[in-house]
């Protein structure tokens, strides 16, 4: 994490410089409503703080909280379905209420206003855009990996080199002398597990995924011991 003080840009600057000088809203290249495209843009900056800098999260929801546009009479903007429980409570941590379509609670402030004052104000729910199969995977994969898991089961490093431990012992007899496994081969041997049910006939989709969310754990595991 980048020291705010000392002249390498923290994420939190880099997210209010790209927001402030590259909005995707202006973006015609980008598919959606100006609201979807800076929706996006602020998911982007919000996922990485919570990685990097979870201390500015709450920083940066304060200055670009969702958003929802009136355009032509209607509110457009984009649900929440794929924040997190621990980025919507930032949001809320932050002073903006969540709805539970992702914008701030004042839009109905907004919206009520603007039909006291005799405008035709419908609210609509804009869908999220198609995705791909191979978007969905990783999506759902990056969900559940970023998810509650760690905190139910602690870091993954710590809950793969438990899994090693164990396998040592239990494997103990069948190990030849100084083998150890560690959490890198405890990562491996769950993809092996995936992959056994795969040549069993299991089609899931949660396999899949499964797998993606195990190789991304795993190449992670590795860059730590």
């Known amino acids: 994490m980048a020291d705010p003080i000392t002249e390498e840009d923290s994420v939190l600057t880099l997210a209010i410089k790209d927001m402030s000088f590259n909005p995707w809203q202006a973006d015609p290249t980008r598919l959606g409503t100006p609201a979807q495209k800076y929706n996006a843009q602020m998911r982007h900056w919000m996922d990485r703080l919570q990685k990097e800098e979870p201390w500015s999260l709450g920083i940066f929801v ?4 969702a958003r ?11 649900g929440d379905a794929e924040l997190g429980p621990k980025t919507q409570q930032a949001i ?9 379509h992702g914008l701030p609670t004042n839009i109905a402030e907004y919206v009520a206003a603007r ?10 729910n804009v869908p999220p855009p198609d995705l791909t199969k191979r978007e969905e995977v990783l999506r759902e994969a990056n969900r559940i990996i970023h998810g509650d898991r760690e905190k139910d089961y602690g870091r993954p490093i710590d809950s793969f080199t ?11 007899p069948k190990l030849a002398e100084g083998v150890e496994l560690d959490a890198v081969d405890a990562a491996v041997l769950m ?12 089609r899931k989709d949660d396999t899949w995924v499964d797998l993606a ?11 730590q011991l």
């Open 62 to 65: 304060e200055n670009y909280p």
């Open 68 to 78: 929802s546009d009136i355009e032509n009479g209607v509110a457009l903007g984009e």
């Open 92 to 100: 809320r941590d932050a002073g903006h209420p969540v709805s539970e």
């Open 115 to 124: 039909r006291a004052e005799g405008m035709d104000v419908r609210v609509v």
């Open 162 to 172: 438990r899994l090693a431990e164990a396998l040592n012992l239990v494997l103990r």
């Open 191 to 202: 993809i092996a597990m995936k992959l056994s049910r795969l040549a069993g006939g299991d």
């Open 213 to 223: 969310g195990y190789s991304a754990l795993g190449a992670e595991v590795r860059d």
